[in-house]
T-cell receptor, first 110, second 114 residues
């Protein structure tokens, strides 16, 4: 059974800091890994998708890496802004299901 | 059109009411999903449709009844719900089911059962 853990559960940083969110999983037999952002009471916005054969993906200030052998992914956010405040969810496509972590609540203070 | 739309945005219903949630996509995706998300929890899969046929039912109570009338439209019919069914209901779609297919999510319907 696939289990996904996200650390830390919550993070509060001053504006401008670079930060790393962590996601770990127990079974490396995944098709892909998605990082999502969710604002309070809203739907999920897909930030980055890493296929199982890839090591990283970049979009603007975001960089996500994937190490299947160690069961880990990281989301790096450069030069954080107050608008980055949200919950960040890691999800694995495992079999034909998307398995989510519990999320990291990020607050960027101005 | 690269988005998934959901209506209504908010829904309040009594335990004896019958209501429906609607989800649409026009990206040519052939897999569509319903998820339920309780406050401060990650989404939980409820149903998967692939090529308009029910592929996965995650042991969801029969008071939730999904329907996929065509490849662009997914409904969730609600009847005799309980207050604990209050949650954010999210719809998603992907090009195909499983495999390497990225899922795209709608904005959700906030359901409150009184």
């Amino acid at each position: 059974k696939q289990e996904v853990t996200q650390i830390p559960a919550a993070l509060s940083v001053p504006e401008g800091e670079n930060l790393v969110l962590n996601c770990s999983f127990t079974d490396s037999a995944i098709y892909n890994l998605q990082w999502f952002r969710q604002d309070p009471g809203k739907g999920l916005t897909s930030l980055l998708l890493i296929q199982s054969s890839q090591r990283e993906q970049t979009s603007g200030r975001l960089n996500a890496s994937l190490d299947k052998s160690s069961g880990r992914s990281t989301l790096y956010i450069a030069a954080s802004q107050p608008g980055d405040s949200a919950t960040y969810l890691c999800a694995l496509l495992y079999g034909n299901k998307l398995v989510f972590g519990a999320g990291t609540i990020l607050r960027v203070k101005s | 059109d690269t988005e998934v739309t959901q209506t209504p945005k908010h829904l309040v219903m009594g335990m004896t009411n019958k209501k429906s949630l609607k989800c649409e996509q026009h990206m040519g995706h052939r897999a569509m999903y319903w998820y339920k998300q309780k406050a401060k929890k990650p989404p939980e899969l409820m149903f998967v449709y692939s090529y308009e046929k029910l592929s996965i039912n995650e042991s969801v109570p029969s008071r939730f009844s999904p329907e996929c009338p065509n490849s662009s439209l997914l409904n969730l019919h609600l009847h005799a719900l309980q207050p604990e069914d209050s949650a954010l209901y999210l719809c998603a779609s992907s090009l195909g089911e499983g495999g390497y297919n990225e899922q795209f999510f709608g904005p959700g319907t906030r359901l409150t059962v009184l």
